[in-house]
């Protein structure tokens, strides 16, 4: 899953896209609001970290120009603004969810655990394609019950083909939500991945439609 994180203060930045990147998820982070403006209206996130006091362009104004242009990304707003006015400002704004600062980083991934698969319309933090299951909160996945060893790009895979299940995903909204920004793209390690996750997970658990993309669990 690609993650956005737009937050000004460099060291906080660097360490919540530390922290979201050991979680398992690819993230992009930018430090201001022109910038994030720009890459959330013409990117596909799986969810954004918007900070509100940003240069440029603050976050709510950045907010309100996501949403009025019909973006629907589901955007988790940081602040050290506290009180009840402002966080009722941003929620009105368009934000599913708000932390102020100081946070845990605890609460943060389990924040963001939460907002990911509401949007996709699951609720528990385990998901399930047939004897497949997945543990988004301890990143590990088992087949019938057997733990499953995968490096951290096939758990980005299996896991966003898992959130998106019986929706066939392009090849390319796949590449970006497994490689992010900071990867060579290319699409014959795509399909070598694919092929090794069949051999872990059986030759029928992810779906290749020819000229759309792939799938896992039923389309119908």
Do not use: C
């Amino acid at each position: 899953m690609r993650l956005l994180v737009v937050e000004d203060d460099h060291r906080i930045g660097e360490d919540i896209r530390s922290v979201l990147t050991s979680a398992g998820y690819a993230v992009d982070l930018l430090h201001n609001g022109k910038d994030a403006w720009f890459r959330g209206d013409t990117e596909d996130y799986g969810l954004i970290v918007l900070d509100l006091g940003l240069p440029g362009m603050d976050g709510i104004s950045v907010l309100r120009q996501w949403r009025a242009s019909g973006r629907h990304t589901p955007v988790l707003v940081l602040t050290a603004r506290g009180s009840w006015a402002e966080r009722v400002e941003g929620i009105d704004a368009g934000a599913d969810d708000y932390l102020p600062k100081p946070f845990q980083f605890e609460e943060l991934l389990a924040r963001v655990r939460a907002l990911i698969r509401r949007s996709v319309g699951h609720g528990a933090a385990t998901i399930e394609v047939g004897e497949l299951l997945i543990d988004t909160r301890m990143m590990r996945v088992s087949i019938s019950g057997m733990p499953l060893n995968l490096t951290p790009f096939e758990y980005r895979l299996v896991s966003y083909l898992a959130h998106h299940r019986g929706r066939v995903v392009p090849a390319s909204e796949l590449q970006d939500h497994v490689y992010g920004d900071d990867y060579s793209r290319d699409a014959n390690a795509l399909e070598a991945m694919i092929a090794r996750l069949r051999k872990k997970l059986g030759s029928t658990a992810i779906t290749t439609r020819r000229g759309f993309g792939y799938l896992m669990g039923d389309d119908t």
